[in-house]
């Protein structure tokens, strides 16, 4: 079901809330704004997460009826914040679909996709919320990242290659010495002569 859609405008998608009108979008961002003002919040301090929670708990939640007048008077599971996403409020016996998330555990999500709940005809939500159709992008490094994983990986090549040196240089002394010594041939050291080779 799509949330905050006037009959007469176009909805667009809006990561973790569902589909809003352009006009219901400003207005729920502008009430967001006012919240974050009067508590003392500046935005720039919070995390996508947190933001959208914030936005989820403090407006769309307390304010859905009021955003949403069609849906007052009829069986609907009321929008919650599941952790994620604000799961839009839903007709009962309907699927709530609304994109998903754009983080979640410091991980971005592609928007192009869409997760869902299931409302019960009793107007209780469904225990899970279904985000398998979600894609988690692939983080850009930087080129700072790059470097340093180039570094560490140069490092450790070095180690490998210091070493194996090293061990091919005692095992090369150790074959000279039992060859070398007409009493050091015998069963025992031709064993480890020929476990050397």
Known sequence: MKMLKSSSEESIPVAGFG?????MSKEIDERLKAFLTNSNIEAEDLSTTELEHFKCQNVVIPDWQELLPELTNKSVCSPFWDNASCVP?????????FPCMQMYREKRYSQQYNASRDCFPNSTWAG????SSCKLLEEPTSELEQIEVSSDLEISIVIY???????LLA???????????R???CIRHKVHIALFI
């Open 19 to 23: 589909f809003l009108s352009a006009e």
């Open 89 to 97: 409020p839903t007709l009962a016996g309907q699927t709530a679909v």
């Open 128 to 131: 899970l919320t279904d985000y």
């Open 161 to 167: 290659l210091v070493g194996h040196i090293l061990s």
């Open 171 to 181: 095992l090369s002394m150790a074959l000279v010495i039992f060859a070398s010594f």
């Open 183 to 185: 009493e050091m041939r």
